[in-house]
């Protein structure tokens, strides 16, 4: 067994009573545990303050005084000991609350001592409560830092005594007595090539840095590893399941993939559409399983994209699904795609929850006897009932509603998976694509239809809905329709539902019937009234669309001019470009008008701005990971990659990028890792998939 497996209450100075409180506090457990307690931050100990420069803004000082007065001052519960501490500009005070006894009896007076801690300005004083403390001939004797490393901390762990300075200790004995045991985990070639601190080094040098330079490289060094390793764990998993995962072949681009391509295209596809369905194309061409995610702003143009594909899935023999992660979107996807195919003889069928039983059966025959060519649904499509002939392609909409489980699910069907492609309208960062999705491909429409006109977007108080409201009354003279949406947050979804349903009084006051009619739809409408309600206005026969965030998704209403958020301030960045992504889609001017109240957190005034400021999704998107960070993005965390240590996605998104790439070249070289150089990072990577765990391979 390895060294650091080692439980940590072997380590000299742990023992089992602090061992049990560094698991629950810290979730160390063993040697290695603890060299991964990467410091926060660093505190620079060759510098000196004299009290005459304390000011009430200096958080950690160090001090050299003496103590000249001792007394115990009584308080509300017990005492507390204060120490006059002086050196030649001044006086401040040194305070315990606990221990005081102890501490009493240890203290000398007259003596020159280094006091370090944080000090506040408390009774018209300086004073630092439980100071570091040490006679200042120890401290000259004693293993001299620059840069003190400070560890994360808890209240318990501070309240057991297990402070800084203690952690510190644990972690000097830990690299005293085992820092040369560290097993280096990346070749010499990729050491030298990218100028790396050996991981020894580096390890020892981020806990107690010579200065500021070695702690740089220390740092760089950790951060490579991470990324490499995390990389180099998807890129080959990448690799395994091209080899492995067998796919049907769509050796053939037949006869309706041509027919409607030649003939019956509503429009000149864009360079990136076209590019990405020769990527999908090749995709499905090979033996392998494709595992596609595509990705698109809103309006780019992904529906005409799946339905390439899946005509190359019918022209080979197969079937092909749809899947949507509403009623209401996978409705429109029906009545799209069905219109879309018309002319070629295409059979598509609608499957929701709420399809009747006759139609299920009549379905389930031409699933299974291969007349229904393509299924077009929500996730009633993954119900143990539904039995394809031969699903060949399943498209999923918007993935991120869907859970991977629910995903593979449409696996079993079949003697081999389908070819999956994802398509996302919420632009992931290409960095966390690449963290997340590495082992996925991905193709990117970047390109827009052309004549589109740049949604224009204001931010308005909402003490002038008055003004906005007339200049809704206008956009409904020209002929135009108006979405006007509120938020529905679960949590509080009764006060939300009252906002809505007041919102819908005035608008209704506002615009009278007989000249305005107005549509409502809502997540606690039964399913066929929303349907109704939508059916209206996507006909024309409402002009407005008052509704919550049902309507966030995909829903295509071409006319519709204005995108009206109500409380903007409570929508996710990728939420407002959702619904902002619901105008601008016909030849018309369209405008988006965010609402808020006054009073507002700073992140929120950055969300808001940030719509004013762009329509890129992709920027967006980034925007919404600086704020977030990467583990809101996301959901809760299928996936641990994200749980880094010391790199940061966002931060080294950079060093990121590189680290795949070198890891992509060495897979390569070398997919086995068998050449003799690479021993070293195939130790390191076999520990990590045992593992399970990306820091558990220092051996
Ligand atoms: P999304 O990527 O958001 O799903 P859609 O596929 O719904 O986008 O397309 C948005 C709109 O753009 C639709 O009305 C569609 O008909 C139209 N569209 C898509 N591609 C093109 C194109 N190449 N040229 C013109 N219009 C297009
Ligand atoms: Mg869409």
Known sequence: ??????????????????????????????????????????????????????????????????????KKVPQKKGERLVATFVDETGSMELVWFRGIKWIAQQLKPNQEYVAFGRVNWFNSVYSMPHPDLELLVEHEKGFQISMQPIYPSTEKLSNAGISNKVISKMVLELLTSHGNEIAETLSSEIIDQQKLMSLER???????????????????????????????QLLANKMKRKQKIKGYPFKIVGESFNSFYKDHLPFPLTNAQKRVVKEIRSD???????????????????????????????????QACLMAPTEILAEQHYNAIKELLN????????????????????????????????????????????????????????????????????????????????????????????????????????EMP?????????????????????????????GRQIYIVYPLIQESAAMDYKDLMDGYESISRYFPLPDYQISIVHGKMKSEDKAYEMDRFVKGQTQIMVATTVIEVGVNVPNASVMIIESAERFGLSQLHQLRGRVGRGAEQS????????????????????????????????????????????????????QLKIADVVMDKDLLMHARQIASILLKNDPLLSDSNNQPIKNAYNQIVKHKNIWNYIS
């Open 1 to 70: 067994m390895n060294v650091f497996q080692t439980p940590l209450t072997y380590l000299k100075g742990v023992g089992p009573n602090r061992s049990k409180t560094l698991a629950s506090e810290l979730n160390i457990h063993t040697y290695q545990d603890l060299l991964h307690l990467f410091p926060n931050r660093y505190i620079d100990r060759t510098r000196f303050h004299k009290i005459a420069e304390l000011e009430q803004s200096s958080a950690e000082v160090q001090i050299i005084g003496k103590i000249t007065d001792l």
């Open 202 to 232: 580096a390890v020892k040098q981020i806990h107690f840095p010579k200065n500021s330079k070695y702690l740089a490289a220390a740092q760089y060094r950790l951060k490579f590893e991470e990324f490499f390793f995390i990389q180099l």
């Open 284 to 318: 499905m061409g090979s033996n392998a399983q494709m595992n596609r995610l595509l990705q698109g702003d809103v309006g780019s143009g992904k529906t005409i994209v799946a339905v390439l594909s899946m005509l190359i899935a019918i022209d080979n023999g197969f």
């Open 343 to 446: 002319a070629i003889a295409i059979e598509v069928r609608f499957l929701s929850g709420s399809t009747s039983k006759a139609e299920r059966t009549s379905l389930a025959e031409g699933l299974k006897d291969g007349s229904v060519h393509i299924l077009i649904g929500t996730h009633a499509l993954i119900e143990d009932t539904v039995v394809f002939k031969n699903l060949g392609l399943a498209v999923i909409d918007e993935q991120h509603r869907f859970g991977v489980k629910q995903r593979s699910k449409l696996w079993r069907k079949n003697q081999l998976p389908p070819h999956v492609l994802v398509m996302t309208a919420t632009p992931i960062p290409r960095t966390l694509a690449m963290s997340v999705y590495g082992d996925l491909d991905s193709s990117v429409i970047d």
């Open 450 to 478: 052309p004549g589109r006109k740049e949604i224009k977007t204001v931010w308005r108080s909402d003490r002038n809905r008055l003004k906005i409201f007339a200049f809704l009354k206008e956009e409904i003279k020209k």
């Open 591 to 642: 405008y988006c008008i965010l609402i808020s109240g006054d009073k507002l957190s700073s992140d929120a005034k950055t969300r808001l701005e940030t719509m004013v400021r762009t329509t890129d999704g992709f920027e967006i998107a980034e925007e919404d990971l600086k704020l977030r960070g990467p583990g809101d993005i996301m959901g809760t965390q299928q996936s641990g990659v994200l």
